[in-house]
């Protein structure tokens, strides 16, 4: 099972801060906080992971608060292309445990609006 | 560059027919390789994942099966597709510490 909760949906207006949360309550010291997000149709695409300090990539920044049971995905200016599924997943980096698997949940439609 | 190569984009099979879809990695190797359903939507499902040639580890039971003949060639395969095995079947590997990526899909209607 997934270990972590996301609301079902989300609304942002274009142009505009679309903040996504993320529940990880259970999370091992060990483990990371990935993003990806999933446009209709297509693969899931890589977006950003993080330990536990805050990072920032060309895509998005993540914030992970300092007790690690949650963090937020900020996609600063938000636009029409945005609109996808997003997933929050929390894994050990190591490819040894478990073959490196991710377990997705059911992630946050997030639909960005003119 | 590393790229993943996932064949075919859609396709539409008869209930009982054998089904391979076939998965091939470039510019890397010994890579870990996944294959994912996701049905009716949202919800990705980790069927099989690889470690490396010949092994293959199953996380549902079901009707389907998997194989690694070569490094970098993960094949998804049926006997005998059943009605229920339609949706959109997804390889991946990991390219970097963590980061997955995906091939670009096949969806798979058993009719």
């Known amino acids: 099972d997934a270990k972590t909760t996301q609301p079902p949906s989300m609304d942002c207006a274009e142009g505009r801060a679309a903040n996504l949360p993320c529940n990880h309550s259970?999370?091992?010291?060990?483990?990371?906080v990935y993003w990806y997000r999933q446009i209709h149709s297509q693969g899931p695409q890589y977006i950003i992971h993080?330990?536990?300090n805050n990072e920032t990539n060309e895509m998005a920044s993540l914030i992970i608060t300092e007790d690690r049971k949650s963090s937020t995905l900020i996609l600063p200016h938000a636009t029409l292309r945005d609109t996808a599924v997003y997933y929050c997943?929390?894994?050990?980096?190591?490819?040894?445990?478990?073959?490196?698997?991710?377990?997705f949940g059911q992630g946050t439609e997030l639909s960005v609006k003119p | 560059s590393q790229t993943i190569h996932q064949w075919p984009a859609t396709l539409v099979q008869p209930v009982g027919s054998p089904l391979s879809l076939e998965c091939t990695v470039e510019g890397t190797s010994n890579p870990n390789l996944y294959w994912y359903r996701q049905a009716a939507g949202r919800g990705l499902q980790l069927l099989f994942y690889s470690v490396g040639i010949g092994q293959i580890s199953s996380e549902v039971p079901q009707n389907l099966s998997a194989s690694r003949p070569q490094d970098r060639q993960f094949i998804l395969s049926s006997k005998k597709l059943l009605l229920s095995d339609s949706g959109f079947y997804l390889c991946?590997?990991?390219?970097?510490?963590?980061?997955?990526?995906f091939g670009s899909g096949t969806r798979l209607t058993v009719v």
């Open positions: 991946a590997w990991i390219g970097m510490v963590g980061g997955y990526t």
């Open positions: 993080g330990l536990k």
């Open positions: 259970t999370i091992s010291g060990n483990e990371y």
């Open positions: 997943i929390v894994r050990v980096a190591s490819l040894n445990n478990q073959g490196g698997k991710l377990i």
